[in-house]
């Protein structure tokens, strides 16, 4: 994962609405300015920190980190539908606060100093630091970050519905700007409102740019790097701000150790990994349990040259399934998707595919107390019982629980309970241009394609198919490269597809944007199966209003379990941890945060690095 995914990621997904506790800055002010916020009680670190626990702050400075990166690139603008951005693009903005990787949903300040709210949560002001600059050295003002905020949610859908209750925004002091919220009680609105990226409202502004338009003008940015050499679909570098206005805050100290971060592009994920083998780059995070267990046995692994180990997190672990487009008729029917669900073999790809590396996920909040278990009951049934009639009966009755395989006669049941499904929803098998196939009353066949964007996941959707077609079913695979598949996801144009969603240890307003009506017919939304549930909108707003920890974590079961009873996509698989291989070059912290894996805490080591023999 690269550092500026890692960013986006803390900004979009670490996410919380519990137990809102503010730290105050000092004790004349207690009532009205904090340092920073907390969603899960009082904050780990004080007022007067110096540096978070997981770094060195005596760290040298120097080197540089080499990094890849998977498909191509044509655009240095994250924040637009258009085109395909740089991942790294994204690290060149700093935001109004930092998270804190060691504890979940914590921030503290960095362009803000501190931050305001009254107690029904209806706005936030935040204290801008007056030696906040951008690289040119110009000062980064209020204006910059209402004008930031404002084209963000013009720009692009996620921002749109993220932050669609922050109705106004004004300048309220000489360094202070406000946010207004539509509502009340939202306990999220205040923390979510720090995290977007601040942008040059000067730059974009000025004559001949056009913000709406994919560019490869490395943007003007305020953060610990800027955009150095780029090579078009290639390769980017940052540069680290040897002047950066904010080093020597105490939520950067110790951290962007590195001279210099390259990102390397790879369209194939073997072609990446046998040119990590040739010392091409330094870190490579595997996806691959196949890889994991038989390619890392090279001679610089062998003698040490390269560390392969696995870092645990206390994060829930990600949704990943096969979803089913609902915006195609022949998949509106839960009991046609349920039957897909029945025709996956997890246990098969596990032992012959995986080498028994995974777990299967049977929860969109796996490895939490989020995640739904035996059968609602207390908050969470509370929350459920209006509901009666709108969700399954099962999400009241039965556990769920996903179909076990992994032998033919098991799959034999699960196919039979397929096919009864199928014929349950109306679909038979009958002749289609003179060959037996499913088909429904009308006489249209059954014909699925899943979109691909990486080739290695042919291997696990090949052995699908074949039990698909066992059923009737007409499936075949389309794997496009990364700009098609991003213009296709965009469009909505596909059958079904592999996505992964990343949970918190408290989700709150991304979930609109995950399974929320409003969000299923937004260009570029990730509602990427087309979810338009009253009852799952209902779930949202209780997870977004929760008034405290308990009714978060019941509104978050209740939401799962009705998610999971409806069946948009066929659950898949997950890894505890982040597969990590390294050329051993760097110096790590000797305690490491809890709930990220991040190397903006490494540093460039010296004596490691002349010990190192390369890829011979």
Do not use: C
């Not at 199928?422 to 009958?430: F, H, Q, V």
């Amino acid at each position: 994962m690269t550092i500026a995914i890692r960013r986006l990621l803390a900004a979009l997904f670490a996410l919380t609405i519990a137990s809102l506790t503010p730290v105050a800055a000092n004790a004349q002010q207690e009532a009205e300015w904090h340092h920073g916020l907390s969603l899960f009680g009082e904050l780990k670190y004080g007022p007067d920190f110096k540096h978070f626990d997981y770094v060195n702050p005596d760290a040298p400075k120097g080197g540089t980190l080499r990094m890849s990166a998977a498909g191509t690139f044509d655009s240095l603008n994250p924040f637009i539908v258009k085109g395909v951005p740089a991942g790294a693009s994204a690290a060149i903005y700093d935001t109004l606060m930092e998270s804190a990787y060691d504890e979940p949903s914590a921030k503290y300040g960095l362009v803000a100093e501190s931050v305001s709210y009254p107690d029904d949560f209806s706005s936030v002001t935040f204290k801008l630091r007056p030696e906040a600059r951008w690289h040119d050295g110009k000062p980064i003002t209020p204006e910059d970050i209402i004008w930031s905020l404002e084209t963000l949610k013009k720009s692009h859908p996620f921002y749109n519905a993220y932050y669609r209750n922050v109705t106004s925004a004004e300048v309220t002091g000489e360094h202070e700007v406000t946010f207004r919220f539509d509502q009340k009680g939202n306990r999220e609105l205040p923390l979510i409102t720090s995290e977007f990226p601040i942008l040059p409202k000067h730059y974009w502004e000025a004559e001949g740019r056009d913000f709406s338009a994919t560019t490869l003008e490395p943007p003007l940015g305020s953060s610990a790097y800027k955009i150095g050499e780029i090579q078009p679909g290639r390769s980017i570098t940052l540069e680290r701000v040897d002047d950066y206005w904010a080093k020597d805050l105490p939520v950067n100290i110790g951290r962007h150790n590195f001279k210099s971060i390259r990102y390397e592009y790879f369209r194939d994920s073997t072609v990446a990994l046998e040119a990590f083998k040739a010392d091409a780059f330094d870190i490579r995070l595997e996806n691959s349990a196949k890889n994991w267990a038989t390619a890392y046995d090279f001679p610089a692994v062998q003698r040490g040259d390269v560390i392969a180990e696995v870092f645990k997190a206390k994060n829930a672990e990600p949704m990943q399934g096969l979803v089913f487009n609902l915006r195609r008729e022949k998949f509106a029917d839960p009991r046609v998707r349920e039957a897909f669900n029945y025709a996956f073999d997890f246990e098969w790809l596990n032992a012959n595919i995986f080498y028994g590396q995974y777990q299967r996920t049977g929860s969109y909040f796996a490895n939490s107390e989020l995640a739904a278990t035996g059968l609602p009951e207390g908050l969470e049934l509370e929350m459920l019982e209006p509901l009666r009639g709108k969700v399954p009966e099962e999400v009241f009755t039965t556990p769920f629980e996903n179909p076990v395989g992994g032998d033919t006669r098991q799959m034999r049941t699960n196919l039979r309970k397929a096919r009864d499904l199928l014929e349950a929803a109306g679909w038979r098998i009958g002749n289609s241009n003179g060959h037996q196939a499913l088909v429904n009353d009308k006489g249209e066949p059954f014909n699925v394609e899943f979109l691909l964007v990486q080739p290695d996941m042919e291997r696990i959707v090949a052995p699908y198919i074949q039990n698909l077609e066992k059923l009737g079913i007409n499936a075949s695979i389309r794997t496009v490269d990364s700009a098609q598949y991003q213009e296709r996801m965009d469009s909505f144009d596909y059958d079904m597809t592999t996505a992964v969603f990343q949970q918190s240890l408290s989700p709150g307003n991304e979930q609109r944007e995950f399974w929320g009506s409003e969000a299923a017919d937004m260009r570029g939304s990730r509602n990427v199966m087309g979810i338009k549930n009253p009852a799952v909108d209902t779930l949202i707003q209780k997870i977004i209003f929760a008034e405290d920890r308990a009714h978060l974590v019941a509104a978050s079961k209740a939401l799962d379990r009705v998610l999971l009873w409806n069946h948009y996509l066929v659950p898949q698989f997950y890894f505890a941890g982040d597969r990590v291989a390294r050329w051993d070059r760097f110096g790590l912290p000797e305690t490491l945060p809890d709930y990220v894996f991040t190397t903006d805490n490494w540093w460039w080591d010296e004596a490691k690095a002349a010990k190192i023999k390369g890829a011979n």
